[in-house]
């Protein structure tokens, strides 16, 4: 299984999962247009996708989704609130809803999701399983506090994409009024560097290759910042897998999370 961060920040969040010779869109928090041409300059085009998942309604995360979905075909996937949430932009294209209680299965993929805790209607979190077992993406962004569910669900990933949304004193000091900073560090807003790097240290196995911070906000933190936060509490768990920071801005490096069981058949990958 291959994953591919579009993008992630304040302006929009999108992720791409492939294996077994399809694809699955986590989120699509850009215009369709930039969905395309990013993908596209990824190698990994979105002519025919198995679905598209929704973490939640808000436009960082969906602005694109029906666009998306009515080019290329697919169902969009989200929770029963997020869909009633967007029931009129989804109207024109296939919608399922997600069953907290059971695994679905789009393509060769098995995705499961949990509640978090948000200022959206159901947002969840989602982990995804590649074919064979081989690999499970954890992706956990826009909560405000870490709940049993979504703790649950993120355990023996082999790959986290967890926010590490800002620095808690660059939003102290931040241009937002205090209602919005408030929300911000609030219980249903957004992880911070330091809570995000406590929660990764619990998370933290053997067999965990890859931790991607994602959605940091562009006024209250830094890249370096993100980083060094939670490297440092990696630090006590001898993590030796790779930190990355995803950008805003640019697709990153596509990344091998496990080998395609039909590429091992093949004897390649």
């Given at each position: 299984m291959k994953l591919t961060v579009l993008g992630s920040g304040s302006r929009g969040n999108?992720?791409?999962l492939s294996a077994a010779g399809c694809t699955l869109l986590i989120d699509a928090g850009f215009g369709p247009r930039v969905l395309m041409k990013r993908a596209r300059a990824a190698g990994v085009p979105l002519d025919a996708l198995s679905g598209i998942v929704l973490t939640h309604e808000h436009g960082d995360h969906s602005k694109g989704a029906q666009g998306v979905a009515r080019r290329t075909g697919c169902s969009?996937?989200?929770s029963r609130g997020t869909l009633?949430?967007?029931r009129e932009?989804?109207?024109p294209v296939s919608q399922k809803p997600l069953d907290l209680h059971r695994t679905a299965h789009i393509g060769p993929f098995r995705v499961n999701a949990s509640l978090i805790s948000h200022d959206a209607f159901e947002p969840i979190a989602v982990a995804v399983t590649g074919p064979g077992n081989r690999a499970k993406v954890g992706i956990a962004t826009d909560l405000g506090r870490i709940t049993r569910g979504v703790q649950y669900l993120m355990k023996d990933a082999t790959c986290l994409l967890v926010e590490a949304n800002h620095d808690e004193v660059l939003l102290r000091g931040g241009p937002y009024p205090p209602t919005v900073r408030q929300r911000i560090g609030g219980s249903r807003g957004h992880l911070s560097n330091r809570a995000a790097g406590e929660w990764l240290a619990e998370l933290c196995h053997p067999d965990l290759k890859c931790i991607?911070?994602?959605h940091l906000s562009e006024?209250?933190?830094?890249p370096d910042l993100a980083r060094d936060e939670v490297r440092f509490h990696l630090a006590r768990k001898q993590f030796k897998g790779r930190l990355l920071v995803a950008d805003q801005d640019a697709p990153m490096e596509t990344m091998q999370i496990?080998?395609?069981?039909?590429?091992?058949?093949?004897?390649?990958?």
């Open positions: 999108a992720f791409l969009v996937y989200a009633t949430a967007m932009e989804l109207a991607v911070l994602v006024m209250c933190n830094e496990a080998s395609d069981p039909m590429q091992l058949e093949l004897g390649v990958g």
